[in-house]
């Protein structure tokens, strides 16, 4: 069936490292990729999309990796800051659903100072 | 300031008792949808509206309503609700269906 989910559901790092959230997908026909940050008592709020002819996106200080071979999306945030603390979703979209968008059960990434 | 809004902010009601969720957005989108958030089972697509008088359902729909008589709203409604409704939710938009969402703040109901 079509999933979209995460291989960590949490992640502590040292403010000032290099965050790496990672997220799987299994339906094929997704062409459309979302990550989305929800900081606690909010909605989840849009950080940087990727299409499927791209491989790599880069934002302010997040980049977004897809393998296609292997259905892998990964967030990269470079020198986390305790501001960056959140539960992170990735999403999907595929064409043959396009109406739709699946989420993934979010990652709570926690920044120590 | 371009934002959905959703009110209230915090519900508490009884079962069986009729209660609406509104949510309005100010960026002239065609899409908007609704989710539920629960511990473990993350976002959940409750109901979807491609455009005006245009509903569809989502992957959790029963128990639930909604409306789409102007672009701007997109309320959910709750005819008789139950404690398994007990969760926090959420409204999105986007400009058209398939691009990224724009989120509410969210509605967190308690069904006694």
């Known amino acids: 069936g079509e999933s979209v989910g995460l291989h960590l559901p949490t992640l502590s790092v040292q403010e000032g490292d290099n965050s790496i959230i990672n997220c799987a997908y299994s339906?094929?026909?997704?062409?459309?990729f979302i990550w989305y940050k929800q900081e606690s008592g909010k909605g989840p709020q849009f950080i940087i999309d990727?299409?499927?002819?791209?491989d790599k996106r880069q934002g302010q200080r997040v980049t977004v990796l897809l393998n296609k071979t292997v259905k892998h999306l990964s967030l990269q945030i470079a020198a986390t800051q305790p501001g960056d603390s959140a539960v992170y979703f990735c999403?999907?979209?595929?064409?043959?659903?396009?109406?739709?968008?699946?989420f993934g059960p979010g990652t709570s990434l926690s920044v120590i100072p | 300031e371009a934002q959905v809004t959703q009110n209230p902010r915090y519900l508490i009601t009884v079962t069986g008792k009729k209660l609406t969720v509104t949510c309005s957005q100010n960026?002239?989108?065609?899409?908007m949808s609704w989710y539920r958030q629960d511990p473990g089972l993350g976002l959940r697509q409750i109901y979807y509206?491609?455009?005006?008088?245009?509903?569809d359902k989502g992957d959790v729909p029963e128990g639930y309503k909604v409306s789409r008589k102007e672009k701007r709203n997109f309320p959910l409604i709750l005819e008789s609700p139950s404690p398994n409704q007990t969760s926090l939710y959420f409204c999105?938009?986007?400009?058209?269906?398939?691009?990224?969402?724009?989120f509410g703040s969210g509605t967190q109901l308690s069904v006694l």
């Open positions: 509206s491609m455009n005006v008088e245009v509903t």
């Open positions: 990727i299409r499927s002819n791209m």
């Open positions: 960026m002239n989108h065609e899409y």
């Open positions: 999105a938009s986007s400009l058209n269906p398939g691009e990224k969402l724009f």
């Open positions: 999403a999907e979209n595929s064409k043959t659903s396009y109406d739709k968008v699946i």
């Open positions: 339906n094929s026909a997704s062409d459309y």
